[in-house]
């Protein structure tokens, strides 16, 4: 049984860029779930995805934003980077209002 | 603002020795609780939830939770090497499923 799948592991970008981080939510799963974790931090709640719809939304500006799949797969794209961007992104699929399991993360670096 | 509260530690207990990790929440509708464990440069891994008044205990692991008193607790008997990690306490916000972590808490176990 495949857990939950996040692509690329590592990215580098310039401030300015724009970045799509990608999900795949654990099998049987329905809804993902976006957190950014800095250094020394706990996750902080970006938003949640449920039937292509997002469902709830943390305090995060709109240059974050997001998708969700048929196939219940989802992206997250920040646009014009910040330094500040610069966190670990943790995807976590979980099976409606169920508990969440997190995917290995995508180490963001803004430069 | 809604809070979990976690001592950063870190928390040095002897091999064998019981660990117990406290974590406090501000929002009073919260009603899912959850302990993850964070190994350095991975993501959280789910170990325990709770959803009500008491305790819960998953082998070496116990969870208590206090709601009258907004307090979560984590107990680990027979703390072994591999156990040191963070300790992240996390409340879903409100009626919502969105997660919001404590800092975390840094366990040390001696051999």
């Known amino acids: 049984d495949a857990g939950v799948t996040q692509s690329p592991t590592h990215l580098i970008k310039t401030r300015g860029q724009q970045v799509t981080l990608r999900c795949s939510p654990k099998?049987?799963?329905?809804?993902v779930s976006w957190y950014q974790q800095a250094l020394g931090q706990g996750p902080q709640f970006i938003f949640q995805y449920y039937e292509e719809e997002e469902r709830q939304r943390g305090n995060f500006p709109d240059r974050f934003s997001g998708h969700q799949f048929p196939n219940y797969s989802s992206e997250l794209n920040v646009n014009a980077l910040l330094l500040g961007d610069s966190a670990l992104y943790l995807c976590a699929s979980s099976l409606a209002n169920d508990e969440q399991f997190f995917g290995p993360g995508t180490r963001l670096t803004v430069l | 603002q809604k809070e979990v509260e976690q001592n950063s530690g870190p928390l040095s207990v002897p091999e064998g020795a019981i660990a117990s990790l406290n974590c406090t929440y501000s929002?009073?509708?919260?009603?899912?609780f959850f302990w993850y464990r964070q190994y350095s440069g991975k993501s959280p891994e789910l170990i325990m939830s709770i959803y009500s008044n008491g305790d819960k205990e998953d082998g070496r692991f116990t969870a208590q939770l206090n709601k009258a008193s907004q307090y979560v607790s984590l107990l680990i008997r027979d703390s072994q090497p591999s156990d040191s990690a963070t300790y992240l306490c996390?409340?879903?916000?409100?009626?919502?499923?969105?997660?919001?972590f404590g800092k975390g808490t840094t366990l040390s176990v001696s051999s």
């Open positions: 929002d009073r509708g919260s009603q899912s």
């Open positions: 099998s049987g799963h329905d809804t």
């Open positions: 996390a409340v879903n916000e409100g009626a919502g499923t969105a997660l919001i």
